[in-house]
């Protein structure tokens, strides 16, 4: 993912200060990361996609969200430029891609346009605090 920014109006000192403080990305990446993290899992406890659509039912449908197992193993780790969220359950593939016995994918690690929205506004206001 790639977001894109227009800064509007600051001086040139204002600019210096804010590159100077554009080498270190970790608090921002962090708090993206955070954000990502748990909108991941409030879409799998509503059972949505990144997207938004709704999970399709079908075989061992709602063993996937009962025992809390798959979902306990989406976790976070962020540092320096970089977050990952990761679904360490060996179940998490065939629930995320779907199978070709029959069950159907069920998308629930990703960014979609909705969470891009947020991320997005939320890195534009980190932007802002650098120029305050």
Same mark, same amino acid.
């Given at each position: 993912?790639?977001?894109?920014f227009t800064i509007?109006?600051?001086?040139?000192s204002d600019?210096q =200060?804010? =590159? &100077?403080?554009?080498?270190?990305? #970790?608090?921002l990446v962090?708090q993206? %990361?955070?954000? /990502?993290h748990q909108?991941?899992?409030?879409?799998?406890s509503s059972?949505?996609?990144p997207? %938004?659509a709704? *999970?399709?039912?079908?075989p @061992?449908?709602?063993?996937?969200?009962? #025992?809390?197992?798959?979902? %306990? %193993?989406?976790?976070l780790s $962020?540092?320096? @430029?970089? $977050?990952?969220?990761? $679904? #360490?359950d060996f179940k &998490?593939?065939?629930? @995320?891609f779907?199978?070709?016995?029959?069950?159907?994918?069920r998308p629930?690690?990703?960014?979609?346009?909705?969470h891009? $929205?947020?991320?997005?506004?939320?890195a534009?206001? *980190?932007? /802002? #605090?650098?120029l305050?």
């Open positions: 993912m790639s977001l894109s509007d109006g600051p001086a040139p600019l =200060r804010v =590159r &100077s403080k554009l080498h270190d990305l #970790s608090e962090t993206l %990361g955070e954000m /990502q909108m991941t899992m409030e879409d799998y059972q949505v996609s997207d %938004g709704g *999970w399709v039912g079908g @061992n449908y709602h063993g996937l969200v009962e #025992s809390g197992a798959m979902q %306990g %193993g989406i976790t $962020a540092g320096g @430029n970089t $977050a990952t969220i990761t $679904a #360490s &998490s593939p065939f629930h @995320n779907g199978t070709s016995r029959g069950i159907p994918p629930f690690i990703g960014i979609g346009a909705r891009e $929205a947020k991320l997005k506004e939320t534009e206001q *980190w932007l /802002q #605090s650098l305050g």
